[in-house]
């Protein structure tokens, strides 16, 4: 079955660049999405299609992908911005839904 | 803009069948290339997904839950619903429905996402 991988837990400070990865564990990668999930609340999607950002989102979310792996990067984070957050695609039919594990977000 | 909100009861005994429903509102289940479906997430754990549906009547479930999942849609009502039968205390989670982006039948994204409701199996 397809995986993604996702670290546990990533620190950072207010002000500073948080970077969240997710790996495939096979190829070819499909477009992966994140979604930003807070204590008690529902999952929110932040980007869509490796890059790209729904309306509403502040700019300082972006995303990337290189290879089997795509990365979350939060820059300049707000004490707002801690949640946990996921990545999700489909395996190559498309018909299957994949999640990561799930990284929670700790600004210090 | 579409709003999706889960209903149900909250505890389900053990060996029963767990239903849900999502009602849609804001716009109407049958229109666009949208599937729709159902996600779970066990307290303190990641997201499960359990399967989709189509108006069509068209499934797909995760491969882990079709022996026990079933998912339909009444367009006349504008929601679509979950059953889950032979429950375990393992299948306690918040239940959230949500609308998926899709090109044909490739599945891209979901969004929006109701607000979830906590299903316990429990005696």
């Known amino acids: 079955s397809y995986e993604l991988t996702q670290p546990p837990s990533v620190s950072v400070s207010p002000g500073q660049t948080a970077r969240i990865t997710c790996s495939a564990d096979?190829?070819?990668?499909?477009?992966a999405y994140w979604y930003q999930q807070k204590p008690g609340q529902a999952p929110v999607l932040v980007i869509y299609k490796d890059s790209e950002r729904p309306s509403g989102i502040p700019e300082r979310f972006s995303g990337s992908s290189s290879g089997t792996t795509v990365t979350l990067t939060i820059s300049g984070v707000q004490a707002e911005d801690e949640a946990d957050y996921y990545c999700q695609t489909a395996d190559s039919s498309g018909t299957y839904v994949v999640f990561g594990g799930g990284t929670k977000l700790t600004v210090l | 803009q579409v709003q999706l909100q889960e209903s149900g009861p909250g505890l389900v005994k053990p060996s029963q069948t767990l239903s849900l429903t999502c009602t849609v509102s804001g716009g109407s289940i049958s229109s666009g290339s949208y599937y729709w479906s159902w996600i779970r997430q066990p307290a303190g754990k990641g997201l499960e997904w359990i399967g989709r549906?189509?108006?069509?009547?068209?499934?797909n479930y995760n491969p882990s839950l079709k022996s026990r999942v079933t998912i339909s849609a009444d367009t006349s009502k504008n929601q679509f619903s979950l059953k889950l039968s032979s429950v375990t205390a393992a299948d306690t989670a918040v239940y959230y429905c949500?609308?998926?982006?899709?090109?044909?039948?490739?599945?891209?994204?979901?969004?929006?996402w109701g607000q979830g409701n906590l299903v316990t199996v429990s005696s």
């Open positions: 096979a190829l070819p990668k499909q477009y």
């Open positions: 949500a609308r998926v982006y899709s090109s044909g039948s490739y599945i891209h994204w979901f969004d929006p």
């Open positions: 549906i189509y108006t069509s009547g068209s499934t």
